[in-house]
């Protein structure tokens, strides 16, 4: 990414830290590789961390993160700014995902964790949250998750999924609901 | 049934919690979380459920994922992407027209409705849209049906009547045609059109014996002659008559009204077929015949030549001749049907049941099992040809709409599925 951070001399531009996601996507269309650098660093971790949440093989998540962000490089000349660059980054994540997912079953696939551990997990440990999260209903998760992690707004989840918003807080809270049960029964 | 008064729903305390509510409503949803304490208790299970999820955190991403996506990046040209120095890049709209979804939703639901048109709709339907050339040939056959239907009679002083009495292979002839002279055509053609003319008379009779004599009689009366005769006479059944006779055209009126008579008439059928063109034709034809037949005979006489070329004048010459004489059989047969009217009569005796003559139960039993079978068998047989009639078409019907119906389910099935639970959608 050094190569990409070289500035163009002659010109003077507000940091790109300090630009928007969307801002700088129309950079990256008029040809600044800073700008998709800029993003890139912005959401690297991100799309692997969607990826490997959903995922039990990390090089496969990997390649997913890799196939995301290249598609983003390919189609820059596609992107218009009609919503966040956040949603429109997780909405080729989601299909990568969608496509991985019906390529290797053609029904939805649980959640992929380890497998549990024997005894008492604490509830402050990720294993536990792993393991009560698979335990949602598949679409309750998908929608928790894409809120908790990805931290997309309401409207961005029904777009992504393609349902209405209320849909989605309706999932949302119930998962929510399962996961104070799974929580309290444990404490208990 | 317990009814929820809480002002506020749960969903929108949540909401409120990630700032999803409008900053009017998520005002007064704040007010009312500070005085409700199930409200502050759920707020802050929500909270702590939140914070527990993120206690799931990822490794960092393998650095391979860098040197892939930098390498490529490296690639992109370092300037305005070509073709689209525009910022709001648009996709062409014969794309966003072709490969729209609601495109090949229109279109299979096109094709659906054609197809049930086609296989289903009733034919009235396509009455609109049918071939104006069609629609004025069945005018035009409309016309001529409607020509032959009227009847006429030949005038009184028809030049084709026939001699009277002499009715058979050797009838007299009297007329031009009967000196075959196509010159006087155009006098023939003044007379008016030439009609056969047909007939259908069912008569319910008492006695078929006494019918079939009075028939007779009336046949000869009117210098007429019964062509076939069939009697019915079956055990149980009553006994008919099937007959064809036929009258000279100018007399068929008054046959009509006297085989009327012989008893109640169930049917009475009157057509005619107009073949005018067809004796014009045939004349000129046998014109051409003869002349070309003198024309040959003329050359066997006058020139001399080698053999083969006299035989093949002479198996001309009689190939020629037969053509002639078929055709003036079929001029013959013509002008016969013409000048002698063709009446179907059908009498039937007025039934009477007598004791002991009848089916035997049995028999009877018998004939409604094997009919029963032959039914059954029949309706199913119709059954499958129906399918395989229609079967093709509805096949290709479920397939066009199965793929849009399995994107329309997998896309809404769900969320409908969990409004019809909900029995209701939560409104802010």
């Keep these: 990414m050094a190569a990409m951070r070289r500035r163009q001399p002659g010109r003077t531009r507000p940091p790109l830290t300090m630009a928007s996601d969307e801002a700088l996507m129309l950079e990256f269309q008029q040809g600044s590789r800073e700008a998709f650098a800029e993003l890139f660093e912005r959401y690297r971790q991100a799309v692997y961390s969607f990826f490997r949440r959903r995922l039990r093989d990390p090089a496969r998540a990997e390649e997913l993160a890799q196939e995301t962000f290249l598609a983003v490089l390919r189609g820059i000349h596609r992107y218009e700014p009609h919503a966040t660059f956040r949603s429109y980054l997780y909405g080729i994540a989601f299909r990568r995902l969608s496509s991985e997912r019906r390529r290797a079953s053609h029904s939805t696939v649980p959640l992929e964790v380890d497998p549990p551990a024997a005894g008492q997990l604490d509830p402050c440990d990720a294993q536990w949250v792993k393991r009560a999260i698979e335990q949602l209903d598949p679409d309750h998760r998908e929608v928790l998750m894409l809120r908790e992690y990805e931290g997309l707004g309401y409207d961005d989840i029904a777009a992504l999924l393609r349902i209405p918003v209320n849909t989605v807080r309706s999932r949302l809270f119930r998962a929510r609901m399962d996961l104070k049960s799974q929580l309290l029964a444990q404490t208990e | ?428």
């Design chain 2, 1 to 428: 049934m317990m009814i929820d008064l809480h002002p506020v729903e749960k969903e929108q305390v949540m909401a409120f919690l990630d700032g999803e509510l409008e900053p009017k409503l998520a005002a007064q949803v704040a007010a009312h979380i500070r005085g409700c304490s199930e409200c502050r208790k759920l707020q802050g299970d929500l909270r702590e459920v939140s914070s527990q999820v993120l206690n799931w955190v990822v490794e960092p991403a393998p650095s391979k994922l860098t040197q892939v996506v930098d390498a490529e990046a490296q690639a992109v040209p370092n300037g305005p992407v070509p073709g689209h120095g525009k910022v709001r890049m648009s996709i062409p709209l014969w794309r966003r027209v072709v490969f729209s979804r609601i495109t090949w939703a229109t279109a299979c639901l096109v094709l659906c409705i054609g197809i049930v048109l086609k296989v289903f709709a009733p034919a009235h339907l396509y009455a609109p849209f049918q071939d104006q050339s069609s629609i004025a040939t069945q005018r035009e056959s409309e016309g001529i049906s409607a020509l032959a239907r009227v009847r006429r009679a030949p005038p009184p002083n028809s030049a084709f009547a026939w001699s009277t009495g002499e009715r058979g292979g050797g009838g007299n002839y009297i007329g031009p045609g009967s000196n075959a002279r196509p010159a006087d055509l155009p006098q023939d053609l003044s007379i008016g059109p030439m009609i056969a003319h047909t007939a259908l008379l069912k008569v319910s009779v008492k006695d078929v014996g006494v019918a079939r004599e009075a028939v007779d009689k009336i046949v000869r009366q009117h210098w007429g002659y019964a062509a076939s005769m069939t009697m019915h006479s079956e055990v149980g059944a009553p006994r008919t008559i099937e007959s064809e006779v036929h009258i000279p055209a100018e007399q068929i009126d008054s046959a009509l009204t006297a085989l009327k008579a012989l008893g109640r008439v169930e049917q009475e059928e009157q057509g005619g077929e107009e073949v005018t063109a067809q004796v014009i034709d045939l004349d000129a034809r046998l014109k051409n015949a003869r002349e070309a037949e003198i024309r040959l005979q003329d050359i066997m006489r006058t020139r001399t030549g080698k053999v083969s070329d006299v035989l093949e004048v002479e198996k001309v010459i009689t190939d020629t001749r037969e053509s002639i004489e078929r055709m003036e059989a079929e001029r013959k047969e013509l002008r016969g049907r013409v000048a002698y009217s063709s009446i179907k009569l059908e009498l039937h005796e007025e039934y009477q049941a007598t004791l002991g003559t009848g089916t035997p139960v049995g028999g009877k039993i018998r004939n409604a099992i094997v009919d029963g079978f032959q039914a059954a068998g029949s309706g199913a047989l119709a059954v499958f040809l129906w399918l395989l009639n229609v079967g093709p078409s509805l096949l290709l019907v479920a397939l066009t709409i199965f793929w849009p119906a399995r994107w329309a389910w997998r896309r809404h099935g769900k969320g409908w599925r969990e409004w019809m639970e909900r029995g209701r959608t939560p409104q802010l």
